[in-house]
Nanobody, 124 residues
Framework: QVQLVESGGGLVQPGGSLKLSCAAS????????IGWFRQFPGKEREGISC????????DYAAPVKGRFIISSDSAKNTMYLQMNNLKPEDTAIYYC?????????????????WGQGMQVIVSP
């Protein structure tokens, strides 16, 4: 059974940084695509970053490109999202997700397993 346990969310001031973590069990992240999504109140989840460790492909949604960095650690079987220069409009619930091996995608339907979600609030 796949489990994804997220950590690292919280409150940060505009311009600050946070690093989200997602520890995986029951799955080897190197053999999958990994992704980060976020959800604003009343909106559907949107893909913001993805990475395919086995292929080396990655992608970022326009609102976060140049500010966020996705990565993974094979030894820890953990994925990360480094978020820099955070803005109030980044306030959302963030989810990690794992999908089948292949080129990474920012579309939700490519992912089978999800973390529980964690709140990120960017506010003075």
């Amino acid at each position: 059974q796949v489990q994804l346990v997220e950590s690292g969310g919280g409150l940060v001031q505009p311009g600050g940084s946070l690093k989200l973590s997602c520890a995986a069990s029951g799955v080897v992240l190197d053999h999958r695509i990994i992704g980060w999504f976020r959800q604003f109140p009343g909106k559907e989840r949107e893909g913001i970053s993805c990475f395919s460790p086995g292929i080396g492909s990655s992608d970022y949604a326009a609102p976060v490109k140049g500010r966020f960095i996705i990565s993974s650690d094979s030894a820890k079987n953990t994925m990360y999202l480094q978020m820099n220069n955070l803005k109030p409009e980044d306030t959302a619930i963030y989810y990690c997700a794992v999908g089948l091996w292949g080129k990474c995608e920012l579309t939700e339907r490519y992912y089978d397993d999800w973390g529980q979600g964690m709140q990120v609030i960017v506010s003075p």
